[in-house]
């Protein structure tokens, strides 16, 4: 499939140019609601890959920025890659967070989630010739708000998903392992409608919101259970004015995780049967799981192994982990596809100010996308 110098070797010695690009890339920001700046870095980066013989599909969208499609060959058979335009930094972030190499790593905004995987799929589109594909395609689909949740990039995932043998997710690596089961989570909101009063002149005429959010917040954090892993957390509360006015509105912002499916079912319910204690008060209860939990399957299992074959060819060890946090992944897995995910680059304090990426990972992480990519190919792991 490619020539005889060592694949990681081969990327080490263009290190330059894939900081160069990356840098261009970082600095085009592109925060999830801002559409222009997404828009304008997926004209980006179809500039720098119209050097390669692949397609490209825009799906347009008005709210949220176009997603992009990418695809190389013409096989049956189909290997998914994913990644997102979007990041979690507001624009202007660059300003003070900028691109900045130190030493061995990379700082910036979304260096690591999630634009150092656009280098690797750089060097991969190189590495591939497609007539060495056989009777597979490479599809490399960039959603454009995978971390608000893909409300639109959903579709695109789950459709491509169902057509790939295996689908793989270039979401950072867990401190180099890869990402085999994701809980799954959702968010709810819990609002109580009471009445106001004068807390001294007339209190019982009025119907203390806070007080029965407080009783809500305390049964739903009732409903974690350590067992099947899943989790409750009270992010947010808000109500009331003065101190000396009975409030007559609050409100609590719930974020769930989930591991087991049985258990989406199980906490949607448990939300939707919350009712009152203070008949005086109102309840008004939205929100879902959005995210199904990425469980792992034999075929991921298998999959994996062939990760780990992959990476012994090149001399590094593999491990695997599940992960709190949900991704694209939880949505390809969720209809039914093979999904490795945690198979981009290392780095570390992903959407904070120290952001940062490990400038070697680019060269090793695609030498093992490469490796992965064909030996899939050979042992037809979809058989
Ligand atoms: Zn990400």
Known sequence: MMKEMGVYERICSKEKESIELLKKFVEIESFSYHKIGIDHLSNEIEKVFSK??????????ELYGD??????????????????????????????????????????????????????MYHLFDLINSDHLGDYQLVWLLTSDEEIGS?????????????????????????????????????????????????????????????????????????SNEKSGTTINIGEIRG???FNVVPDYACAVIDVRVLQAAEVDRIEKKFQKLSVQNPKTRLEVSGSIYRPPMIKTEKVEELYQLAKKAAHKIGLHLSE??????????????????????????????????????????????????????MTIQSDISE
């Open 67 to 120: 997603h992009i499609r990418f695809q190389l060959g013409k096989g049956e058979k189909q290997i998914l890659f994913i990644s997102h335009l979007d990041t979690v930094f507001p624009q202007g972030t660059i300003t003070n967070m900028p691109f900045i190499v130190e030493g061995d790593k990379i700082k910036g905004p979304g260096v690591i989630d999630i634009k150092a995987s656009y280098i690797m």
């Open 52 to 61: 390669y013989p692949i397609d490209v599909k825009r799906y347009k969208e």
């Open 321 to 374: 982990v599940m992960v709190g946090g949900g991704s694209d992944g939880n949505y390809a897995a969720a209809v039914g596809a093979t999904v490795l995910d945690g198979l981009g680059c290392v780095g570390g304090k992903a959407h904070s100010s120290d952001e940062f990426l490990i400038i070697d990972s680019i060269a090793e992480r695609t030498a093992l996308l490469y490796e992965i990519v064909k």
């Open 240 to 242: 009331g004015s003065l």
């Open 151 to 223: 409300p639109s990039g959903r579709k695109f995932v789950e459709s491509e998903a169902q057509v790939s043998e295996v689908v793989l997710v270039l979401e950072p690596a867990a401190d180099g392992a890869l990402k085999t089961s994701r809980k799954g989570g959702g968010k709810f909101t819990i609002e109580v409608f009471g009445k106001s009063a004068h807390a001294g002149l007339n209190p019982e005429d009025g119907a203390n919101a806070i007080e029965e959010l407080a009783h809500q917040i305390l049964h739903a954090s009732s409903f």
